[in-house]
């Protein structure tokens, strides 16, 4: 029945169709493929979807406030195209501007962009209710407002949290769909399912005959929503729910966490009536990272993909759509270009540390891998980078009133996007000077120790300066002469940062100096450099150090001198059924520095680069994630504060940062300091250094209320626009 070909109550109004009322009068339906489409009463043809996700955030916004406006959806519209995009979709309603975008849009392209459009329930609001029944009336409500306006016939009040305006633009002949709901909590399915009697669920357009209570309520939502249109705007378009991994209808006997597979909602559960003739179909969410049967499968992880390499992606798809009847969308695929880490993939699609590079290789692959499966297509998350948004490993450390207000680059969840967003007056990490002009600076105050064997003019610091956007603080290094790239075995460097106001700390490397320092930062080249943290204020061994085995005596009274690595925790250790392996807690060395080109600009642009040197101009340049240096919110300068005696929930406020840089001769690849005959070991310190105390430039952030930032496409967008193109050309 999903693969209906008849073609009566698919008609949209004549009045006022989404060209305003002079463009091609579409119909949608489901076929045994896929999605097909017919234009002006004409046959259908199939359309494979090649889509972006679309959220309601930008920066300095939350989602609820649905901030977009006209103009941006203008250009952003105008770039999806240019991707090779032809279905956008969204999770909810979007302010009105949204949909006379797209209607401006489709009148002036002869490639229509079409619309999967969703209605949102919020997570907290279904695990509040347990029962998802007792939501009917307001899930109902809701998505007959998504009909409702698209079709340009309502007027919607304001209500905290949700768009509103009047919606006078009517887009319903590039409506290819409706996805309802949301990932679909375990617990709620389970609830639903144990309060509710079983007896499926017969209704006109679609049903539920043997399905599960929750299954049931799904098919009546979908029904309704359809008898809705069908009443109201004499139309049918295909309508199904969203659904994900952790609710599949397959048996996964690896998956080490219960609640990944302790129910199934089974879209082929709900089917099609005869009086429905566009058709229902399964719209899935799928990651290659998560949940961890993807790694744990032996026939995912051994599985051979279309190009004859190891791909449990493609497994897990291959498995999914041969055990579904109907046409199967991936209505949410991707990975993060984030400097931080959540979650590994077997095969090394990664959840965050990625390069934009290889973020877009990634989703290229992915994408191949979704239409080689047989799908209807795929979807990819996200359009653009989400500020709002935090990660599992990351979120107790940041303020979460204040998220949107600044770029956390460490926070995976942030960074899906194909569209970036940069801060204003960021540096380009490039070695630009002039990027430097307005940057608080400090010269030195004092010669420097000239041992005579070459690389004096290395180590001998002429500036120090520190600027800072809203994502990185940045410190830039000037010298006497580089001469090309430092001999990292005759010169170190090292930075010390402190933010709390702390006495002089012994520095570590046996440096024998000292500085407020809560933060170094060693520079030996591009394979020995790294930043560590005083113990007392290391967030992951106050959070996760029980369970990582680390000793926390040492943390909550460091020995003087004692800096520790930091680390960023990406799986917290699990057992897996049928083999009964043990799998670790697992960290990763967030703190190690690299080395490259920070500018977008430069054909050199490497979108993870930490540190520049740039000889040209006798300078080496850093940028730090503010979330490195255990600020919760830049935006108010405000930090983590006492981690053992306050806890992760009191933020204390930064009135500048202390920094101080140095030079040192490393005497072994640890970088432990050659000793000198002199107070320190240093050879040069800027500021300075007196009576083996560091003194230092005390550089005051900016505050702000909105952030201000530029857009940019990602590198990732030539790829996903390049294979977009390829499957478009092949007429699939």
Not at 516 to 521: I, K, L, S, Y
Request: hydrophobic fraction near 40%.
């Amino acid at each position: 029945m999903a693969g209906a070909v008849g073609t009566a109550g698919c008609g949209l109004r004549d009045d006022a169709n989404g060209s305003g009322g002079d463009g091609p009068s579409r119909q949608f339906r489901i076929g045994d493929d896929g999605f097909e489409v017919a234009v002006d009463g004409g046959g259908f043809e199939p359309l494979s979807v090649r889509g972006v996700n679309l959220g309601m955030a930008k920066p300095g916004r939350f989602p609820g406030e649905a901030a977009i406006t006209r103009a941006e959806y203008d250009r952003w519209l105008e770039l999806m195209g240019e991707l090779k995009v032809n279905v956008v979709r969204v999770y909810t309603v979007h302010p009105p501007a949204f949909y006379r975008a797209l209607a401006a849009y489709n009148r002036s392209h002869a490639e229509p962009i079409y619309v999967l459009h969703g209605n949102w329930i919020g997570e907290e609001t279904l695990r509040e209710a347990g029962d998802a029944t007792s939501l009917s009336a307001a899930f109902d409500r809701s998505i007959r407002q998504v009909v409702d306006a698209v079709h340009g016939a309502t007027t919607v009040k304001p209500e905290p949290g949700y768009a509103s305006g009047t919606y006078d633009a009517d887009v319903s002949d590039a409506v290819l769909g409706y996805v309802a709901g949301i990932e679909w909590p375990p617990a709620v399915v389970a609830e639903t399912d144990r309060v509710n009697a079983p007896g499926g669920y017969d209704g006109e357009f679609l049903a539920a005959p043997a399905g599960s209570p929750f299954e049931a309520w799904l098919a009546a939502r979908l029904d309704a929503v359809v008898a809705y249109e069908a009443d109201e705007y004499d139309a049918q378009r295909p309508a199904a729910f969203t659904n994900w991994v952790t609710t599949d209808p397959l048996e996964h006997p690896y998956e080490p966490f219960p609640n990944e597979d302790a129910v199934s909602v089974d879209p082929d559960a709900v089917v099609a009536t005869d009086a429905y003739d566009a058709g229902t179909f399964a719209a899935y969410h799928v990651y290659p990272y998560y949940p961890p049967l993807l790694n744990e499968t032996p026939e995912y992880v051994d599985y051979e993909d279309h190009r004859g390499e190891l791909n449990s992606y493609a497994g897990y798809l291959n498995d999914l759509v041969g055990a579904t009847d109907h046409p199967l969308l991936v209505a949410e695929f991707g990975v993060p270009a984030s400097r931080g880490i959540a979650q590994r993939d077997v095969h090394g699609r990664d959840q965050g540390h990625l390069t934009e590079t290889e973020q877009g290789e990634i989703l290229a692959a992915m994408y191949a891998d979704i239409r080689e499966a047989g799908t209807a297509g795929g979807v990819v998350f996200s359009w653009h980078d989400e500020w709002f948004k935090r990660t599992w490993n990351l979120a107790p450390f940041s303020d979460p009133n204040r998220r949107p207000f600044w770029s956390n680059v460490q926070t995976p969840e942030q960074r899906f996007g194909l569209l970036a967003f940069d801060p204003a007056d960021a540096v380009p990490l490039d070695g630009s000077p002039e990027a430097w002009a307005d940057a608080t600076a400090a010269t030195p105050e004092r010669d420097p120790i000239r041992l005579g064997d070459g690389a004096d003019p290395a180590r001998e610091l002429t500036a120090v300066r520190a600027t800072s956007d809203a994502a990185y603080l940045n410190v830039r290094l000037e010298f006497a002469e580089l001469d090309g790239e430092p001999d990292w075995d005759a010169t170190n460097y090292l930075i010390s940062l402190g933010t709390t106001d702390s006495d002089a700390r012994a520095l570590p490397y046996g440096v024998g100096g000292a500085a407020p320092a809560d933060f170094v930062v060693r520079l030996g080249g591009p394979d020995d450099s790294r930043m560590t943290v005083y113990p007392r204020y290391d967030a992951f061994a106050f959070e996760y150090g029980a369970e990582a085995g680390l000793d926390l005596d040492r943390y909550r009274d460091p020995d003087p001198g004692d800096f520790t690595p930091l680390r960023l925790v990406i799986n917290r250790g699990y057992t897996v059924p049928v083999t009964d392996e043990y799998v670790p807690f697992e960290s990763v060395e967030t703190g190690r520095l690299r080395y490259g080109n920070g500018n977008p600009e430069s054909p050199e642009y490497d979108s993870l680069a930490d540190v520049h040197v740039a000889p040209s101009s006798d300078a080496i340049e850093l940028r730090i994630p503010w979330g490195l240096l255990n600020v919760a919110d830049p935006s108010r300068r405000r930090r983590l504060a006492d981690l053992w005696t306050d806890g992760l929930d009191t933020y204390e406020t930064i009135e500048s940062i202390d920094v101080a840089a140095a030079s040192y001769v490393p005497a072994d690849a640890e970088g432990t300091a050659r000793s000198l005959d002199a107070p320190t070991n240093l050879t040069h310190a800027v500021p300075g250094v007196a009576d083996g105390a560091l003194s230092s430039l005390a550089f005051e952030p900016p505050t702000w209320d909105r952030p201000a930032y530029s857009e940019r496409l990602k590198e990732s967008a030539d790829a996903v626009a390049d294979v977009f193109d390829r499957y478009a050309r092949r007429g699939e």
